[in-house]
């Protein structure tokens, strides 16, 4: 095996527009030194709140969420999460919660950043702005750093997310939703209008909305060019890839980066040319990738496998809804996609209700339908021990998948936290996993 | 009916709950199970249904649920769906499942979809405390309440509603009433006797568990030899403890269980359900607002466990045992604050980890004995 192989290396990235991300997204990668400009707040944010908003308040965000897979890339991460569990953390809470937590822990005791944080750390933040959507962990993170380290205003919007039978035509039951949706974006509109002084400027955010709007209308082209054989871009760059939608939507940045990268990978297509040149298998992923060990999806490569698709931060086809309120419009917005989520089967996913434009997963009706779309060979899952979210349903998929003969691997490890991977062992089950592919092709065939 | 009164029903009821309500299933009840208390007992109720509490069965290894449900949730909801899919509780003509936490939340497109329920309904509840969430919460009561009326074919008026809640605030009278003969030293009922009860009740008809409640009372207040004395008095905090295991073991040692914080102790019968003129506006506020389910955020501060300390002091515990299931994010977040909480208040506690099977008991026991002798 090449050194590309070898445990917890970093990703090749595969496309110039993503290995050029940084240069795209200068804002992004120097929020260290924007937030130290005189008047500037930093507000530590949670994905799924909606970067629209951040950027028509002017705040410099901090994502904690962010944070940890840039310590797990860094390997910084366990470290940091070993002093969380030093202040009474389990080991079987979310990693990127315990990575905030135990750099906090350094921070406040020490009187100063980790010499080992990445970004030159998280920087000290004036408002926590955080999300009771998609799982527990993200608003009892903030609960536990306002318990224990940084006594700031906090605010959590609490968009709830309609169960899997629910009757989402019944306009009673979408008003009931809708209500709340609005509600939730207003309290939040309005905390932020009382902790900055501004209120929020209308035309501005109108402007903001489209923008974010365009850029997921390229975000989404590309991921659908993703379907052509072979295949143009893989996980690899697919998870770097995000970071402008998940953190910069309705910046003029972000429509540039996914123009780009379309035009790449328009260009791409129309020429035939694949991540691998000899692509043998095509897989579906399900779940947060190993952040300390992106490298993964190269050593797929070696074998010849590309992951063509992901369930996680999954956008969608994009929403039309065109009301001249931009935050009405949101709403609308946000409920119409709820709708067509729910029509792809989204038995296990609840983060169906989300102004943000983030998933943690999707249903099993639409894994199904990749398959055939991206036409895959099956699916690998990444069950991570410590996010419950992301991971649950993952078997459920695997069952859905099996009643059309397609096979799923499920294997598992974490996020953000080293001490789950065992090198040796993933190796083998993907190998084994080919192999079965191997199997079943032949046997198709004989 | 049985002839058994008192203590030793209650007693019966833990051991099989499942035999009353067959009895009243042949008299023409309808039972709906349910899993946790978001989805209010009274509103069924009200409508002549059986409120069925689903119980954990803790010495039945998961075997079948493996298949559907990775295994790394709490282990206490993957018992219940394991035995759901094993046919135990065939008996029952429906599931109603709440957002109490994501655990259950997650469970319910998998749970419903893999058992196919004849009845299955999902009641959704917000995690923030404030007003809107607080309207959100009234209007899904108030859908379960229609989804309830439609199932039953009875309309439930304010009036049966209300009727309802009484009986039920007379249950949460009772049940604090025996709680404080727990007050004394030695207590007079046990933590084993006390949980008999609670489990018991889960699956009777309120009039039927205030009488056994009654009985049970004046029979412990009758009695010359109530449990002996111990070293150390004990609270039990945590989610649901349905099992007499871990109380007995600790019981058996120099120390009763005298007071608790768990969802089916004192967090469901601390307070009245406030009778107000609008009943639902009473149901939002016992369950949502005073519910103290750490699963709602009630902001950062460790003021939100101020009540754990006085419970404690209440009762005269000298520590506090935490009883948590492996993979529960709402109550192992809030462990570590409200150890800090506690400790300030003088009082220490220990965290036990438990994947609810108690396998671990001879290091469990070991644990629980240091920590008495700490104590003493
Ligand atoms: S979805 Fe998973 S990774 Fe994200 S915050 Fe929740 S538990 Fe953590
Ligand atoms: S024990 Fe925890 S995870 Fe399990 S149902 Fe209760 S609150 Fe949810």
Partial sequence: MSHINSEMSRAVKSTETVRNIKKYIPSFYDRGQRRQLPETQLVWNMLGTGAEILRAFDLVGEWPENYGTLCAAQKVAMGFCQEAEAEGYSNELCSYVRNTLGYLRRCRDSGEVPPEAPLDGM???????????????????FQAIGTHFLNVPQFNDDPVSPPYDADLEDPRLAEHYKTQIRATLLAQISFLEQQTGKKLDMGRFS??????????????????????????????????????????????????????????????????????????????WLGIPPWFNMGLFNYLQTLGAVVCVESTYYVGQPVEVDLPDPLENLVERTWKTAQYKQKQGSEINPDICNPGVFSPGVG??????????????????????????????????????????????????????????????????????????????????? | ????????????????????????????????????LFA??????????????????????????????????????????????????????????????????RLYGIWTLNTRPSFKYFVNVPHTLTPWSKEFFKRELIFFREKIENFSGNKISNDQLQKTIKEYNTSRALLRKLYSLRKENPPLLSGTEGLQVLVAGMGLPVEEFNNLLQEVIEEVMSRGQGPPKKTARLMLYGSVCDDLSLIQLIEEGDACVVIDDTCIGTRSFRHDLPETPDPMDGLVTAYFDSFLCPRTDRGPGSARFRYIADLAKEYKADGLIMYIYSYCDPHKFDAPDVSMSLRKEGLPSLILDDDYSLTNLASIRTRIQAFIELLS
């Avoid at chain 1, 953000?416 to 040796?424: G, K, L």
């Fill in chain 1, 207 to 284: 402007e903001i909305m489209k923008n974010s709007q365009e850029a997921m209308k390229y975000w989404y082209r590309v991921l659908e060019l993703r379907k052509a054989v072979p295949c143009p871009m893989g996980s690899e760059d697919y998870f770097t890839a995000i970071i402008p939608f998940l953190y910069l939507a309705g910046d003029r940045e972000a429509v540039d980066f996914y123009q780009d990268l379309y035009t790449e990978i328009k260009d791409r297509v129309d020429r035939g040319i694949g991540v691998i040149p000899e692509e043998k298998y095509r897989f579906g």
């Fill in chain 2, 40 to 105: 209010p007992p009274e509103i069924m109720a009200a409508a002549g249904i059986l409120p069925y509490r689903l119980r954990g069965d803790l010495k039945e290894p998961i075997t079948k649920a493996h298949d559907f449900v990775e295994p790394f949730g709490c282990p206490y909801i993957r018992n219940l769906f394991d035995q759901d899919l094993k046919g135990n509780y065939d008996f029952l003509d429906g599931l109603i499942m709440s957002h109490s936490c994501d655990m259950v939340q």
């Fill in chain 1, 123 to 141: 920087g000290n933040p004036n408002l926590l702005l955080g999300s009771a959507l998609i799982c527990e962990p993200r608003y009892k993170w």
């Fill in chain 2, 1 to 36: 009916m049985d002839t058994l009164k008192g203590l030793a029903r209650a007693k019966e009821l833990y051991l099989d709950r499942r035999k009353r309500v067959k009895e009243l299933k042949a008299q023409g009840k309808k039972v709906l199970g349910y899993v946790c």
């Fill in chain 1, 364 to 446: 099993a009706g639409l894994v199904k339908r990749w398959v055939f779309e991206y036409k895959l060979d099956g699916a690998i899952g990444h069950r991570t021990r410590s996010c419950r979210a992301t991971s649950m349903g993952q078997l459920h998929v695997k069952n859905k998948l099996a009643e059309i003969d397609v096979p799923m691997l499920i294997f598992e490890s974490d996020m953000v936290d080293p001490r789950a991977w065992a090198d040796a062992q993933v190796k083998m089950r993907f190998q084994g996993f080919l192999e079965t592919i191997d199997a079943r092709r032949s046997k198709k065939f004989s």
